[in-house]
């Protein structure tokens, strides 16, 4: 069974939730952008939440699935079409064969996420089916998506989905859907992407920690995966320092000589010499991952002991929909 590449669109890459262990040996983590998309595109497909899936940015990527299958697609809405019908969000789907999968405009967010039953067969390099784009490891070759890759799927049997019937006999066309789905509580339209002071924030001018937290931040367009490159008030230091390079982690806020935070993301380094001004709390880094270009974006602070209650109710969420999506397939597949 296998999904075939039609169009490679703007980006679109395999990513789980990362290579964790080897920061130590100056491997990145890299990974989804936005891990809790990822994390409930395989709960909903009927796979283990670290599964890897196929990360699609923006716009314009097109998959022929060569076998019926049963998928989820979670994250922004890149306005999924099958046949010119909108395929919905947030809920397992079943894909005749033959059926091609158009991502056609960036309605909200931009970046989503294809799960599929059973996951898709690429070799594990360092524990993790990543694609780290810029060292051209893992994934699928080692490289972004293009025109006429073959993906093929686990040989896990669809057919023993507990919706694999029910949603091939339901009418619908080339897609089924169930009728219900998840709401993430996640907030892409997060007013302000909670943050804790970084280990040099009190080497910044006050003017400048003032302006951090009540001023807004414009995405540049040289955003990449690496990190998200903002523009707005100008940050200084009270006077110049030589800093070593210390370690760095998703989130962290650097500062660079030009006064511009860098906030970096999935791919980033592990270790850096720009101050860090600050860090943001893990459970608003999905939201970030869905920020464009252009967008703004602003930042509250909190303390870390609140980030991490935030992170153990994010963690309690998502147990509970655990529970309440198996007990849905396995319930609606019963009829």
């Known amino acids: 069974m296998s999904v075939k590449v039609i169009r490679s669109g703007l980006l679109a890459s395999i990513q789980d939730l990362g290579r964790h262990g080897f920061q130590k040996h100056g491997v990145i983590v890299s990974g989804a952008m936005d891990p809790l998309s990822l994390r409930l595109a395989n709960i909903l497909a009927g796979n283990k939440e670290g599964e890897a899936a196929i990360e699609v940015t923006m716009m314009g990527t097109s998959l022929a699935f060569e076998r019926d299958a049963i998928i989820a697609i979670t994250g922004g809405d890149l306005n999924p079409v099958i046949e010119g019908k909108q395929v919905p969000l947030w809920r397992p789907l079943f894909i005749e064969k033959g059926s091609i999968l158009h991502f056609t405009a960036c309605r909200s967010g931009c970046r989503a996420y294809v799960a599929v039953f059973g996951g898709y067969e690429v070799p594990e390099v360092m524990d993790s089916k990543s694609t780290y784009l810029r060292g051209k490891v893992g994934g699928h070759k080692g490289r972004a998506l293009q025109v006429g890759d073959v993906l093929e799927f686990s040989q896990a049997d669809h057919s023993h989905h507990p919706l694999f019937l029910y949603l091939k006999k339901k009418k619908g066309g080339s897609c089924s859907a169930v009728n219900w789905h998840v709401r993430p509580q996640h907030a892409w339209h997060q ?7 970084g280990p040099e924030f009190d080497r910044f001018s006050p003017d400048s920690r003032a302006a951090f937290f009540q001023k807004s931040f414009r995405v540049s ?22 800093l070593l390079s210390e370690a760095v982690a998703g989130g962290t806020i650097q500062v660079p000589q030009d006064g511009n935070p860098i906030l970096l993301m999935a791919d980033h380094q592990t ?7 600050a860090q943001a709390a893990s459970v608003d880094l999905p939201a970030v991952a869905q920020l464009k270009p252009g967008e703004q974006i602003r930042f509250k602070q909190i303390t870390w002991k609140r980030a991490e209650q ?16 198996s007990f849905k397939i396995n319930h609606q597949g019963r009829r």
Do not use: C, H, W
């Open 191 to 197: 007013k302000r992407i909670r943050v804790m002071p």
């Open 221 to 242: 367009p040289q955003s990449d995966r690496m990190g998200y490159r903002l523009s707005g008030p100008l940050l200084e230091l009270n006077e110049p320092a030589d």
């Open 271 to 277: 270790t850096g010499g720009y101050p860090r001004i």
């Open 310 to 325: 935030l992170y153990m109710n994010q963690e309690t969420f998502i147990q509970m929909i655990k529970k309440a999506v």
